[in-house]
């Protein structure tokens, strides 16, 4: 059983013992039925968080100054209450930056707009990949294409908010739904976008959703979820009746740690539920979690250098007392090298070997080709290198062998997908 060598920086437990996120589910439903969103499984209730709830939440967390994001999971723009709720947030939150994700597909006034702005509103997200009317309805569900573009002409009057409006461009969102013409509808839509004084756009990508009644396990990396030792373990996921989530992929009730009506963030999270869920993770059992054996975000993100040395503590008492196969002896070597002393390296790949070295650091060198040997195919890999340099070693072991992701470890490893943010290593097998 691999152990797991340390906290998290943000999350609870951790150790700062405080979340640098809140997402606060206002309201569990949207105006759309986007193709690819995870709240296509959402619970079949419809919730709408109520202004006393709020009033707990903000009680619970005193003091939070950090990101606030509200309602991945629904569309906030359907709350006519929104700005008194945003009010009520900055009131006791004063710190904290309030960002909503919308598709802006809701109908709303220049007037309501200028109230969201001046109850405290500091960002919107806008959820929008399709570029007329007739892809929109096709891919996010909605025949209200025109409600965004007079909510943009509306936002555009209201002093300084086009700054604060950033447009999600998912930059891989047409290889996996494509529809015709797509960069030109695109490009006709950015000049549009930029008339009316608007120049943010945000990139990320997306990840098709794999249908709950699918079996197997989707999970592709070798290590677990930050979720549990990363960036993400410091976001905290509050649904609209005030249960804890493990993260925004669980919009409904399956997967809950406790209730902020009943109990505080610490009791939540160190009680049975959670340090269940962490546990099954680190001991990569997270098959067990329906979920987690359906994700694809392979998110390596952290929020310091000791997160990562501490997923690569993890990666090393793993491989504790195993045969292993390694690869690169620069700086990504000289720093991780130490943690695998209690491994069994039995050869040191060496593509580059001008000296024609026959070992390093007593370990016996062998050139790239040895991974086409059979004998080592589930022989775990661990590749020191950085940014570059593993994606040049990754590409070149997928173009030339037959081998298993989930028998490669990067160090540092949170260096494992394209700049980017296209192609995901670990989502290949």
Known sequence: MSRFPALPTYGMPSVENRFHSMDIELINYCA??????????????????AVEDLKILLDRVPGFKGNV?????????????????????????????????????????????????????????LSLYAFDKDDYAKL????????????????????????????????????????????????????????????????????????????????????????????RAGMCEIHADLD??????????????????????????????????RRK????????????????CYDMSVNNWEENDRIALWIADKLKGQDVLFMGNGSAWRRYACFFNDSKPIAMILEDNPGSLTEFEGIPVQDISVLADKSYAKTPLVIFAYRKEARKILTKIYDNFDRSIKTIFVCPPWYVREENGNIFYYDKI
């Open 244 to 277: 804890i989530a493990p993260c925004c992929l669980f919009p409904n009730d399956k997967v809950t740690f406790g209730n902020l009506r009943e109990q505080s963030l610490e009791e939540i999270f160190n009680g049975d539920k959670a340090k269940d869920f």
């Open 32 to 49: 759309n039925n986007c193709v690819f969103c995870c709240a296509r499984d959402r619970s079949p209730r419809r919730k709408i968080m």
């Open 140 to 231: 996010q569900g909605s025949r209200k294409y025109e409600n965004v573009l007079n909510n943009l002409r509306h936002i555009a009057k209201v002093p300084d908010a086009p700054r604060k409006l950033y447009l999600k461009d998912m930059t891989n969102f047409n290889e996996i739904y494509p529809v015709d013409d797509y960069e030109r509808k695109k490009r006709d839509f950015l000049e549009f976008y930029r008339g009316l004084g608007y120049d943010n756009i945000f990139p990320t990508i997306v990840l098709p959703v794999v249908p709950d009644e699918i079996e197997g396990d989707y999970w592709n990396a070798p290590v677990p979820c930050n979720v549990v030792w990363g960036e």
């Open 281 to 296: 993770w680190r001991e990569m059992r997270h098959k067990e979690i329906p979920v987690c054996r359906r994700c694809k």
């Open 69 to 125: 994001t509200l309602s991945d999971t629904g569309d906030p723009l359907l709350l006519d209450d929104l700005p008194l709720k945003i009010r009520l947030i900055k009131e006791s939150w004063p710190e904290s930056v309030v960002n909503i994700t919308t598709t802006l597909s809701v109908a709303r006034s220049e007037a309501y707009f200028r109230e969201l702005f001046s109850s405290g509103l500091d960002q919107i997200l």
